[in-house]
């Protein structure tokens, strides 16, 4: 018996639209400390590194830096503000669960690999109906290791009852296509999500634009690798 083939997804801005209650969490703690909102458009490509980067991206627009201790202060409240509101307005990416439908037919398993907290991670998947699709949620903090430290895939892989020879990873921004490279596994790039650095310049093996297309990407993916 084959082990079944494990496709890993980043969270943020890959498998949920998670950017306006990021930035609604990001702007009450701005407000709170006297210092403008960020807009949207601005703020949704400083997710990617964890909710601390975030804040500390947040205050250096305004020019503000803050030393660790504040920064700890704050990134606690931070996550208190966005755990009570995690699925205010996150939704999953159309067609997500079409594409998990037609790749689990197919014999694929799940498994998700983000620079979120575990518990939050889990919390807005379960929220919004999502956790049981995924054989294995592992955050920031499971491992002690973030992206683009291969550990972190390498055992999300195996927690997930997957092996890394046959896994691939879906990301939105550098750290999931840096993790995929030095894990040594294909990556396929999603054009819908949060990042500072154009995601066709990060030169993922397959690039789409819309979840319907993710069924075919992994299958071209797995007949050019079957080839070599
Ligand atoms: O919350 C973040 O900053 C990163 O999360 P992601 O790894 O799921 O994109
Ligand atoms: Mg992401």
């Known amino acids: 018996m ?29 407000d709170r400390e006297g210092l403008p909102a960020v807009p949207l458009h601005l703020a949704r490509n400083m997710i990617g590194a964890g909710a601390r980067r975030l804040l500390e991206r947040g205050l250096e627009l305004d020019g503000r830096s803050i030393g660790p201790e504040d920064i700890d202060r704050l990134t606690k409240d931070f996550i208190d503000y966005y755990a009570a509101h995690i699925a205010d307005a996150s939704r999953p990416f159309e067609g997500l669960e079409a594409a998990l439908d037609d790749l689990s037919a197919r014999g694929y398993r ?9 518990w939050l991670s889990k919390r807005l998947l379960d929220q919004l109906g999502l956790s049981e699709r995924f054989s294995a949620i592992c955050g920031a903090d499971t491992f002690g290791v973030s992206k683009p430290d291969p550990a972190i895939l ?8 997957g092996v890394l020879s046959s896994a691939i990873m879906v990301g939105d921004a550098g750290p999931d296509v840096g993790v995929a490279r030095r894990a040594g596994i294909p990556v396929i790039g999603v054009e819908f999500g949060y990042t500072d650095v154009p995601i066709a310049d990060l030169k993922p093996d397959r690039l789409i634009g819309h979840m319907a297309d993710l069924p075919a990407a992994v299958e071209s993916l797995i007949l050019h690798r079957n080839a070599i």
């Open 2 to 30: 084959t082990t079944a083939r494990t496709i890993v997804f980043d969270l943020d801005g890959t498998l949920v639209d998670t950017a306006p209650d990021l930035i609604s969490a990001l702007n009450y703690i701005l």
């Open 154 to 161: 390498q055992q999300t892989v195996a927690r997930a009852g």
């Open 110 to 118: 799940f498994a998700v690999c983000t620079n979120k907290l575990e």
